[in-house]
């Protein structure tokens, strides 16, 4: 991996606390709004996932997002759209199952954090031998913001994930809220992904503040 890839890995480790955005889920306020508030709280490590948007609004909503998130001395990660990523000059790209090869991924974009949805073990095995910088492990509770006919996770699955990876960090994601964060960390977690804590708080800004804490008093 490159320099600049190690650089952006070592914020990513650093950030404990991983916000996706949804603007359908935050309460009538806008993504831009979310993502100012949430930087004023502190967060390190954003995900832009605005699935109803087409290419071009994505894109320009992404533009501003990047610059928001430069300026913060935040990284911004592009959910699927590899091309999004790279023309905006994001600092990388969540790539899930059906999305965008990964191997391929990195072969044009060796500086870009990678990361791959996993939702077992073998899934979780095969992202880190294709190039993925993390691997995300979830759902791990009930959640509104994926589509899911299977059993969630739980605490269960990330002790059971987890441990097949060697070389790249692990994120959790689905459901989560301030309450799970303790037992999460004691499972192993350390990035904790999520959307409605902040997005769809009273104060965005004040739970990112408050997310943050208990994950970094926890680590």
Same mark, same amino acid.
């Given at each position: 991996? $490159?320099?600049?890839?190690?650089?952006?890995?070592?914020?990513?480790? !650093? =950030?404990?606390l991983y916000l996706v955005t949804s603007e359908v889920m935050s309460e009538g306020r806008t993504t831009r709004e979310i993502v100012k508030a949430a930087l004023l709280g502190g967060?390190?490590?954003?995900?832009?996932?605005?699935?109803?948007? $087409?290419?071009?609004e994505l894109f320009e909503l992404a533009?501003?997002? !990047? =610059?928001?998130?430069?300026?913060?001395?935040?990284?911004?990660?592009?959910?699927d759209g590899l091309d999004v990523a790279m023309g905006v000059g994001a600092d990388g790209v969540h790539l899930g199952q059906d999305d965008f090869p990964l191997s391929e991924a990195r072969r044009l974009v060796p500086d870009m954090i990678l990361g791959s949805?996993?939702?077992d073990v073998e899934e979780a095995i095969a992202a880190e031998q294709e190039?993925?910088?993390?691997?995300?492990?979830g759902p791990i509770f009930t959640t509104g913001t994926k589509v899911w006919t299977k059993d969630y996770?739980?605490?269960?699955?990330?002790k059971e994930i987890a441990p097949v990876l060697k070389n790249v960090p692990f994120t959790v994601m689905g459901g989560i809220k301030k309450k799970h964060i303790p037992e999460?960390?004691?499972?192993?977690?350390?990035?904790?992904?999520?959307?409605?804590?902040v997005t769809a708080a009273d104060d965005p800004e004040a739970a990112t503040r408050e997310l943050l804490n208990e994950i970094n008093v926890g680590r």
């Open positions: 991996m $490159s320099s600049l890839h190690e650089k952006r890995m070592d914020i990513f480790k !650093r =950030a404990g967060v390190k490590l954003i995900q832009l996932r605005e699935k109803g948007l $087409s290419g071009k533009k501003d997002v !990047r =610059a928001m998130t430069a300026a913060a001395g935040a990284l911004l990660i592009i959910n949805s996993s939702h190039g993925a910088s993390y691997v995300n492990i996770l739980g605490i269960d699955g990330i999460l960390l004691e499972a192993g977690a350390r990035t904790i992904a999520l959307v409605t804590a």
